[in-house]
T-cell receptor, first 112, second 114 residues
Framework: DAEITQSPRHKITETGRQVTLACHQT?????MFWYRQDLGHGLRLIHY???????NKGEVSDGYSVSRSNTEDLPLTLESAASSQTSVYFC???????????FGQGTRLTVV | DQQVKQNSPSLSVQEGRISILNCDYT??????FLWYKKYPAEGPTFLIS?????DKNEDGRFTVFLNKSAKHLSLHIVPSQPGDSAVYFC?????????????FGTGTLLAVQP
């Protein structure tokens, strides 16, 4: 079965370190997204991609970057981790169908 | 500026009764709306959607109503079951979902009491 997987599931890192969260989907979807979930804010869009070599900033992109070198993967990099980036991160993919997106199980990131 | 709003952080309902979750939006260009359900430690899962050309969509126990003039949609769950206890997110997209960029609300935690 097609799926979307995130790794690691949990990560603790120190302030100032570079961190990369992985996202891999086997749906063969062109569209991929990164969201963060925080209490009181719901799910906020960080970055998204509509295909290989395409990346776009979402509403909370500062301090994050993504790259899309193939259809299956969209890694999210925190250039210099800050405590404000402690959150749960979700990757999603979709292909038309009225915006319906499939989500990974999430990565809980703690920056200490 | 929150374009999609869920003003009720939580809702408690008795098993067998109706659960009504509400969502308001500000951008009149949104033309596709979705509800997602999220259990703890899991990713959100798609529940039901509605296009702006409709005012109602039903799937089993779940019905979504859209009032475009009021920029309001609601999710009805009848009858509610304990397994429905989860966080429910409302989401909206533009251009018939073609861009697939979803804007989410803040979520409502539904607790269904046995």
């Amino acid at each position: 079965d097609a799926e979307i997987t995130q790794s690691p599931r949990h990560k603790i890192t120190e302030t100032g370190r570079q961190v990369t969260l992985a996202c891999h989907q086997t749906w063969n979807h062109n569209n991929m997204f990164w969201y963060r979930q925080d209490l009181g804010h719901g799910l906020r869009l960080i970055h998204y991609s509509y295909g290989v070599q395409d990346t776009n900033k979402g509403e909370v992109s500062d301090g994050y970057s993504v790259s899309r070198s193939n259809t299956e993967d969209l890694p999210l990099t925190l250039e210099s981790a800050a405590s404000s980036q402690t959150s749960v991160y979700f990757c999603a993919s979709s292909e038309g169908d009225g915006g319906r997106a499939f989500f990974g199980q999430g990565t809980r990131l703690t920056v200490v | 500026d929150q374009q999609v709003k869920q003003n009720s952080p939580s809702l408690s309902v008795q098993e067998g009764r109706i659960s009504i979750l509400n969502c308001d939006y500000t951008n009149s260009m949104f033309d596709y709306f979705l509800w997602y359900k999220k259990y703890p430690a899991e990713g959100p899962t798609f529940l039901i959607s509605i296009s702006s050309i409709k005012d109602k969509n039903e799937d089993g126990r779940f019905t979504v109503f859209l009032n475009k003039s009021a920029k309001h949609l609601s999710l009805h769950i009848v009858p509610s079951q304990p397994g429905d206890s989860a966080v429910y997110f409302c989401a909206a997209s533009l251009y018939g979902g073609a861009t697939n960029k979803l804007i989410f609300g803040t979520g409502t935690l539904l607790a269904v009491q046995p």
